[in-house]
């Protein structure tokens, strides 16, 4: 069973910057999407950012400019480099692993594999 491990959460000020880290247990069958959400509570879980294999990165419009995501196949992992943040960023945040879709990259309902999440909190 494939697990998967975010890290890089924290609490920031509006206008900083974080890091966000996803490790996957073994290799993925390719081609794969490696996939960033997000929620809160009362509301659906949101795609942010994904990449899939041998693609260009998706983002939602809402982060487009200021978040940039990468893979490091490597060492099986998936970075979520978040810049300018606002109060409206925050939510747990959720690192996810397709092998197959239908939906497309930032639907959550493709994704098999997911991380327990990491809380981002941004303070106005």
């Known amino acids: 069973q494939v697990q998967i491990r975010e890290s890089g959460g924290d609490s920031v000020q509006t206008g900083g910057s974080l890091r966000l880290r996803c490790e996957v247990s073994?290799?993925?069958?390719?081609?794969?999407?490696m996939g960033w959400f997000r929620q809160v509570p009362g509301r659906e879980r949101e795609g942010v950012a994904a990449?899939?294999?041998?693609?260009?990165?998706d983002y939602a419009d809402s982060v487009l400019g200021r978040f940039t995501i990468s893979r490091d196949d490597r060492v099986r992992s998936v970075y979520l480099e978040m810049n300018n943040l606002q109060p409206a960023d925050s939510a747990l945040y959720y690192c996810?692993?397709?092998?197959?879709?239908?939906?497309?990259?930032?639907?959550?309902?493709?994704?098999?594999?997911w991380g327990p999440g990491t809380q981002v909190t941004v303070s106005s």
């Open positions: 073994e290799v993925l069958a390719r081609p794969n999407c």
């Open positions: 990449q899939c294999s041998s693609s260009t990165p």
């Open positions: 996810a692993a397709a092998t197959s879709w239908t939906w497309g990259p930032l639907s959550s309902r493709d994704y098999k594999f």
